[in-house]
């Protein structure tokens, strides 16, 4: 039988619904201490990464950075000089008190001071560029690892006063712990606030900016990458980046660089110059500096459209500068020029005489980019190339300035047609400008390097003739080269063959670089080779065929006019000893003649060197060549004279007017008289110079019987017979910027 089942009886229905337990006071703290922990963790992992450090902030500590390094190179530098100047002073101060110094050590100082003057104004005209995007994050990370320290160092250091403190409190002496107490509640609450990550919205730029209508749409929004400012390097562009729909603009609208590498790879792309990349972009004071690369041929399609791009740019003639790089075939470096590149350039530092060796390199000018071209002519023959205007002439007083500074070299002026290196006629051994005078020059060096190349040997020189003060170098200057004779040019020639190994060099000027200029086309014989602005002919004759393809412009330089200097002295060159050939643009520092002047005087005064006795000997044993030799017939009488006699050394400086050899005594007679007269009446008048019309007016006064009826011509000849050679410049007397005539202490060398 089955059983019934039992009813289930349901609990009646609460009166009130449940609720959750009330949470005690410790879960409440615990809670509430983990949202503080998580709080105060947050906010330091942000403070230990940087996140509260403002983008602009990190810029100028970056800038200030860099200005501070700067500051204390010119501090250092200025120390140096200092300490140098000291010690020229004291130098000084012992010859003064007659204790004795050596020439050789007062020139070496004054060359010291002379260094560090020139480089400090080197540092004082370097611009301070803005940071790049490294030296920006470097300072981030400074900054992050300066505040992981100090957390670690500040757990460290805080251990032994929480036990101090627990210690003083054992003792009864709570106010430690109390104070210790107090000060980890503050810092605990300042951690442990609600804590939000900071974004960059609402940050403020401190620049300017243009109005939006004004710009292309590119410029409207940001730029990719984040904030660029002037200055910074490293922007990368492709093409494949460029928005679509955006046409070229002027270069004056670029304001970042990576607008400046938009400009460009629009330009490129509107003239089809296959630019695909643009990097390494730098703003310059001159205008904007990068690398570009083509995708296929060369560098040679920007060059050839120069001219469109700097329409496409609205930039002047020439403003375009593309410098192919020898290291990356299809990349070159692009300036873009709305300034002077060489404004902030250094000018010529000072050398006192006799401080360096021809074999030394000396700065005689600058790049387009600011680098030095530094060069040493020790046996390197050169060609120099400008047409009038080009500043041809400063080149060579650029070259001349150091070569007259030497301990170990001669310097020889030859000019045909024009006035040579006059400024810096008294630091030079021979001025020759006749026919007779330059074809004479040339065959005794050309002599003397034949009999060198026998005596290297015997005085134990090796395969090439070392330069000291008693076996000097010898540097030619020879300008407007075209104009020498036949003959000139046949003897230059030869001695371009043969001179380089006994450093007897020549450097060779003219206004053009092809043979309708020089004769024979020894140009790319040259190892040296400069051309300032000239024809598109002459860069080809000069450094090839291809050069102009290579980037190399002179024919795009602008020579000088009366009133603008434009491009006279700047050249592109090839062969500098120790430095790659690039064409790259360079400025030679130009020198004022009165300066000239002043280191002519100070090197005349310190002696000029006459050459070795040894080559000297060695000249009366060379044959001479067979083209000035005298020519006879079969009777053995003359039918043809000699077209140019070898003169001793004696001779040539008598022939050129220069003075003799130290040493050698001026005998008695007309001419010795002549010079002992001229002498005592400028000691009479109180002056060290005088023009040849008021000397000899002054010498007539003086002796009327001796000098009554000569004329100007008649004393010039007597001086010159005396070796006192011609007239010379004389800088500025009275109202005349720079008569000629004669000095009182070159003529009282000469007794």
């Known amino acids: 039988m089955a059983t019934e089942a039992q009813p289930i009886e349901i609990p009646p229905m609460p009166t009130e619904p449940p609720t959750t337990p009330e949470p005690t006071r410790s879960d409440r703290t615990k809670a509430a201490f983990k949202e503080q922990r998580g709080h105060a963790g947050a906010r330091i992992k942000d403070w230990l990464a ?39 002073a004291h130098v000084k101060m012992q010859s003064d008190m007659g204790v004795p110094v050596s020439a050789s050590v007062l020139s070496s100082v004054t060359a010291r001071v002379a260094a560090e003057e020139s480089k400090l104004a080197q540092l004082q005209a370097q611009p301070v560029m803005p940071p790049t995007d490294r030296e920006i994050a470097n300072v981030g990370h400074g900054k992050r690892a300066g505040r992981a320290l100090a957390l670690f160092g500040g757990g460290i250091a805080s251990l032994p006063v929480v036990g101090t403190s627990i210690e003083m409190a054992a003792h009864g002496q709570p106010m430690l712990l109390a ?65 679509d729909g955006v046409k070229p603009y002027p270069i004056r609208n670029a304001r970042t660089p990576q607008q400046l590498a938009e400009c460009v790879l629009l330009a490129a792309r509107a003239e089809n110059v296959p630019i695909v990349e643009v990097s390494e972009v730098v703003r310059q004071p001159w205008g ?21 791009l700097e329409t496409r740019f609205d930039l002047a003639t020439n403003g375009v500068r593309p410098q192919p790089l020898r290291a990356r075939r299809a990349c070159a ?31 005689i000018g600058t790049s387009v980019g600011g680098d030095p071209l530094e060069i040493s002519l020790a046996g390197v023959m050169g060609l120099w190339v400008a047409a009038s205007g080009g500043g041809k002439t400063g080149i060579l007083q650029a070259l001349a300035e150091g070569t007259t500074a030497c301990y170990d070299n001669i310097t020889i002026d030859c000019d045909p047609h024009g006035d040579g290196l006059e400024d810096l006629g008294d630091a030079v051994r021979i001025t020759a400008r006749s026919n007779e005078q330059i074809e004479s020059v040339l065959l005794f060096f050309l002599v003397m390097s034949k009999a060198r190349a026998r005596l290297r040997a015997k ?36 001695l371009l063959l043969v001179g380089r190994k006994e450093l007897i060099q020549v450097e060779y000027a003219s206004q053009g670089g092809t043979s309708r200029y020089l004769g024979e086309n020894i140009a790319q014989m040259m190892a040296l080779k400069a051309v300032g602005p000239c024809k598109v002919g002459d860069t080809r004759a000069v450094f090839g065929d291809d050069s102009v393809r290579e980037g190399y412009l002179p024919h795009k330089l602008s020579p000088a006019t009366d009133t603008d200097p434009k491009d006279a002295g700047h050249i592109f060159i090839q062969g500098v000893p120790g430095m790659a050939d690039e064409p790259i643009e360079y400025a030679v520092h130009e020198t004022q003649p009165d300066v000239l002047r002043k280191l002519a005087a100070e090197r005349l005064e310190a002696g000029l060197l006459d050459p070795d006795q040894d080559s000297l000997d060695g000249m009366q044993g060379v044959d001479l060549p067979e083209y000035v030799e005298p020519e006879y017939d079969k009777d053995g009488n003359i039918k043809k004279a000699a077209p140019v006699r070898l003169l001793t050394w ?12 130290a040493g050698a005594e ?18 009479k008048a109180a002056v060290d110079r005088m023009k040849t019309e008021v000397l000899l007016a002054a010498v007539q006064e003086y002796e009327p019987d001796t000098y009554g009826g000569m004329d100007v011509e008649q004393f010039k000849a007597l001086m010159a017979k005396a070796g006192a050679g011609g007239p010379i410049t004389l800088g500025p007397i009275g109202e005349e910027k720079n008569p000629r005539g004669f000095k009182r202490d070159r003529l009282r060398h000469l007794l």
């Not at 010898?474 to 300008?479: H, L, Y």
């Open 50 to 88: 940087g996140g509260d450090l403002d983008h602009i902030d990190l810029i100028q500590a970056a800038t200030a950075r860099k200005q501070n390094r700067h500051d204390q190179r010119i501090a250092h530098q200025n120390a140096t000089l200092a300490a140098a100047a000291g010690r020229l």
């Open 179 to 243: 104070g210790l107490g107090g000060a980890f509640a503050y810092g605990w609450y300042v951690v442990s606030r609600p804590f939000t990550a900071r974004t960059v919205e609402g940050v403020e730029v401190p620049f300017v900016t243009t109005p939006t209508g004004s710009l292309p749409p590119t410029f409207q929004a940001d730029p990719a990458g984040g904030m660029v400012l002037p200055g910074m390097s490293g922007v990368v562009m492709s093409v494949e980046q460029l928005p």
């Open 288 to 308: 904007w500096q990068c690398i570009v690369r083509v995708s296929e041929g060369t560098p040679e399609a920007i060059i050839t459209k120069t001219g469109d």
């Open 333 to 363: 470096v692009l300036r873009l020029v709305d300034g002077n590149p060489f404004a902030t350039a250094p000018g010529m530092p000072y050398r006192a005489p006799k401080s360096m060796s021809i074999t030394d390199r000396f700065r």
């Open 459 to 494: 005085l134990g020189m090796g395969k090439k003739w070392k330069a000291s003060a008693e076996h000097p170098a010898v540097t030619i200057f020879i300008d407007e080269f075209p104009k020498l004779s036949d003959l000139g040019k046949l003897l230059a020639f030869d």
């Open 650 to 661: 004696e001779q040539l400086l008598r022939l050129c007017g220069a003075e003799p050899p």
């Open 666 to 683: 001026l005998t008695d007679g007309p001419a010795r008289a002549a010079v002992e007269d001229s002498v005592a009446v400028m000691e």
